[in-house]
Each structure stands twice: as C-alpha cells, then as structure tokens.
Nanobody, 118 residues
Framework: VQLQASGGGLVQAGGSLRLSCAAS????????MGWYRQAPGKQRELVAI???????TYADSVKGRFTISRDNAKNTVYLQMNSLKPEDTGLYYC?????????????WGQGTLVTVSS
C-alpha cells in the first residue's frame, strides 16, 4: 500500500490549507485513515483520524479548526485546515490501517510540509 500526500505549503497565520492523501496498490480494505504531524524537535502526534464507519477523532489543539473527511471510493483522505496558527507548523504524515489480504497493517506516507508564518 502506497500513500501519496499533497497540499502542504506556506501560509500566513489565519489562513487555510487542504491536504489530500490517496492510497494505492493492492488494497482489500481500509479501516482508519488519518493525519499525524511532527514539529521540529517534537514527537509525532495525532492530528485527526477517520474510521471506515464515519466516526472521526481530533486532537484537542485542532478541534473546531480542522476537518477530516474520506472518499472511500477513491481511498483518499482529506484534511481541511482553517484558522491556521504558527504552532500548526510541521511535517504532516498520512496514515492508514489497511489490509492487503487477511492481516491489517499501518502504512505511512512520505509527509508534506506545512509552514504557518506569524
């Protein structure tokens, strides 16, 4: 399973960005898809995840500003980021928990950089 993320960039505080991530390859089923981020000098943290049944979970720091959505037909997950803050700066990684046959495994994209200037 390969994950290709796009949509990162440089934006001023208060601005918006939309990240996209498409999963490809041999895929039997995808359970959850989501986004994590890693700021310079910090550990990777959860941003948002979307389960196959539609339930979503957000980090407290992004609730009310970010929206995660999925297009299951396209095996694609999106992250709409509004009211961006400098502390949202980091490398954003796409993740999915998917099965190619019987077993489920975690798969990661290469990361897309989001930079929010003050």
């Amino acid at each position: 399973v390969q994950l290709q993320a796009s949509g990162g960039g440089l934006v001023q505080a208060g601005g918006s960005l939309r990240l996209s991530c498409a999963a490809s390859g041999t895929i039997r089923s995808i359970d959850r898809m989501g986004w994590y981020r890693q700021a310079p000098g910090k550990q990777r943290e959860l941003v948002a995840i979307a389960l196959s049944g539609g339930r979503t979970t957000y980090a407290d720091s992004v609730k009310g500003r970010f929206t995660i959505s999925r297009d299951n037909a396209k095996n694609t997950v999106y992250l709409q980021m509004n009211s961006l803050k400098p502390e949202d700066t980091g490398l954003y990684y796409c993740n999915c928990y998917a099965s190619r046959g019987l077993a489920f495994n975690d798969y990661w994209g290469q990361g897309t950089l989001v930079t929010v200037s003050s």
